[in-house]
Each structure stands twice: as C-alpha cells, then as structure tokens.
C-alpha cells in the first residue's frame, strides 16, 4: 500500500474511532474484510491450520493472529485502543447558573488546557434491558457538537497566561444546554433510538467519553504532519493492523490492541490481564510447545515517542532526541521502563537496514522520569523478547496531537517485513 492511500485511510480511521469500543468494531470490520475468522472467548476453538483468526474480550481489546502451525516464531505486534479523555460520571447531571452540564473524571494522563473552546461530542456504550428483560449493551456516537468547555475571559484572571491552573473536579464540566428541563434518560434513550434501538425498557449503565469534533488532517506546507486526537496510540493500532492483514497466512503473526494502557494496564481487558496468555494457550495447548513459541517469538510493543519539541528543546537528551519525519524511534530505558533489548534492537535495525527505512533513538534525560507502556508488562508477564518502538509525537495526550506523514508508513513496512 503507498504512503497517499495508508494516510487517507489512517485520517478515516481516526475519525471513526472515538473510544475503545469504536476502535475495536472498526479493526474487526477490516479483520471480517481481510478474511480472518471470528472466534469467540466463551466457545469452543477448533483452529485449523493455514487459517487466520481474530477475538475480542470486553468490546474494547483485540486480538488478530494468523495461525501457520509449521512455524511457531511469531513476530507480534502490541498496541493500544484507549486515549485520555473526559468520561462521564454515573450521575452526570449538574443544573446550575442557568446552564445544564455534565460531571466528569479524566482519565489517564490528560493535558487539560486543550480541551477548553472545543466543539465536543460524545460516544461510548449504553447498557439497558430490552423489551424481552434481556441484557443489552449498544454503541452510541451521538456526532454533533453537543457541549463546550468555555476559557475564563483574561479580562477575569489577569495571571491566567502565566499561572492559571485547572482544577479536575470544578473547571471542566461541559456545559450543554440552557435548558434546564434535560434529562438525562431520555437523552440516551433518543441516542439509543437514533441508533435504531426501540422498546428500551430501563437503562442501567454507561461508559461514555466527550471526543472534539474537529476532523484528523494534514497539516503543514507540504501536508508535512498528521493531527488529530488520539494518534497515541490509534497510529500504532492503525499501522499494526494493516500490517497483520497484508501478510500471507503462512506468516506467524499476532496483533494485540488492549484497552487501559494509559491507566495502567491492570485490567480484565488490559495488557496486565490474561487476553494474550489465554489465547496463545489455546492456539498451542501443549505446554512443550507453548514455551517453545513463547521463547521464540519477538514482540513489538508499538506506542507513540516524544520527538523534540523545537520550542522546549532541553526536554530531551541531545543524542537521543527523535526528529519527526525522521523514522521510527527505538525506546530504551535502563530501569527497564520500556523492555528493549540490544538483541530485540538489533533484529529491528536488520530488518530496517535491508528496507532502507530510517530509525531513531529515544531515551529520556537522566534527570526526568520515563513513561512506560504495554511492553514490558508483556514481556515480564509472558516471558516474550520485546522491543519498545514509537513514532515521534508532539503534544502527547492533548486532545490534538501531532505526528510526521511520513512515519506511520516508514513502520509499517518494517512491520511486514521482520522475522522473529
Ligand atoms: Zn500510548
């Protein structure tokens, strides 16, 4: 695939992709299109050789692997489906000061100041009884900007260039009517029904998450970067995902997208939970033989990297400093944050150097703490070699986030092309 059609169909894909929920029903549809067959967690798997296979746990992980048998060295590829956004709380409601907004809680690492003046909307899933007292869950985009987060005017806070603060609980509730007969029920019940959903006899939960309306573009004088919301880490499940399905079945390969990253991981539908280990079991069910493919499988944990901020430039370390447009960057961390290894590297560049695809490097200065990701949990908890990659970023975790053109495309083809 060239560089033109992996972007457009990359800006599409973001754009499609509000939440976890999203992001997981979206590669599973191009998983159907690409001729892997669903399997589910609570039935019965007979795998067959030469086939390849995708399953979801909790609607918001995945997990695509082509299923060759002969060979057992699987070069997998880790990414994940949650951003940090602003969630809504159970009892969302606030009426006061004329205005109707909603109560909410951040989740993960989120760079507050961005989401103020946006046109949000919002998206998750609703959990409700049907008319035959059945347990339903179903997926809502409501698509219109329904609700802004207002700046305080300057003219009201004459420090607020140089030492304004934002406070979680109290500066951040999207305000979304004037009218202060809303309820909320009804509301979802509307978004249910838009959906084509009727005869909802009680909604009981949901898990729902404002998104800012303004579309993934390129930017730049020569369409030079890609922004959007959610580049970290959609890039990645985006770039991992296309590179599973152009690989022939005879291939070993496995891609894993988890939720919960940018909360630590530590969940049912996390990369700290059992979704790997229990399906590779099931995919090799003797022990003898499940070892020996762990040990000799390579994992790529794919997550986005701070390229140097022209701007900021003593944030980073001179001789590890990512450029964006430069390639793709190899992270290293001697407190084992990120779990790349020199053997790990080394079979990245082998495969980088006989593409001519360009690589960087990114550790982070000694006197700043290091992030961390889904690959040493991976690797720790498995027993699986891995290496920690990304692609140079700006503006981690704003609600607009800008990436290279270049990139995503340049670790795409390594991608397909590594060896375990
Ligand atoms: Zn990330």
């Not at 907004?101 to 409700?128: C, I, Q």
Request: hydrophobic share 40%.
């Amino acid at each position: 695939m060239n560089k033109q059609d992996f972007n457009e169909g990359l800006l599409g894909f973001l754009d499609a992709s509000p939440t976890p929920l999203h992001v997981t029903q979206n590669m599973a549809m191009m998983f159907e299109n690409a001729g892997f067959i669903k399997l589910n967690e609570v039935e019965k798997w007979e795998l067959q050789a030469g086939q390849k296979y995708y399953v979801t746990r909790s609607d918001s992980s995945i997990i695509a692997f082509t299923y060759p048998k002969t060979d057992n060295r699987y070069v997998m590829i880790g990414t994940h489906t949650d951003s940090p956004n602003l969630k809504l709380k159970p009892n969302p409601v606030i009426k006061e000061h004329g205005v109707v907004k909603f109560g909410v809680e951040s989740y993960g690492g989120l760079l507050l100041n961005p989401w103020f003046d946006r046109d949000l909307s919002l998206a998750g899933r609703v959990s409700y009884l049907d008319a035959e007292n059945k347990i339903q869950n179903a997926l809502i985009n409501v698509q219109k900007p329904i609700a802004v987060i207002p700046s305080l005017a300057i003219h009201l806070d004459d420090k607020a260039n140089k030492e304004r603060t934002v406070n979680k609980q109290t500066d951040i509730c999207p305000i979304l009517s004037t009218n202060e007969d809303f309820e909320f029920d009804e509301f979802l019940a509307w978004q249910l029904e838009a959906n084509g959903i009727q005869n909802v006899q009680k909604i009981y939960a949901h898990e729902l998450s404002f998104y800012d309306m303004q579309k993934a573009s390129f930017v730049g004088l020569r369409n030079d970067f890609i922004a959007s919301a959610r580049l970290d880490n959609l890039l990645s499940c985006y770039t991992g995902m296309l590179s599973i399905c152009s690989v022939t079945a005879d291939k070993a390969m496995l891609f894993i997208a988890s939720d919960h990253e940018e909360v630590g991981s530590e969940s049912v539908s996390g990369a700290g939970g059992s979704f790997l280990e229990n399906t590779l079991h099931r995919m090799f069910d003797d022990y003898e033989e499940y070892i020996q493919m762990l040990r000799s499988s390579l994992m790529v944990s794919a997550d986005n990297a701070h390229a140097i901020h022209p701007n900021y430039p003593a944030k980073h370390d001179a001789n590890h400093a990512p450029h964006i447009n430069k390639g793709v960057v190899i992270k290293v961390n001697a407190n084992q944050r990120y779990a790349s290894s020199a053997t790990t590297i080394s079979k990245f560049m082998n495969t980088a150097a006989a593409l001519g695809e360009p690589l960087q490097h990114f550790v982070t200065r000694s006197d700043m703490g290091c992030g961390s990701t889904i690959g040493p949990i991976t690797a720790a908890r498995l027993g699986i070699d891995t290496i920690d990659v990304g692609l140079p970023t700006w503006a981690m975790h704003s609600i607009r986030e800008l990436a290279g053109s270049d990139d995503a495309h340049s670790l795409y083809k390594i991608l397909t092309g590594l060896q375990a």
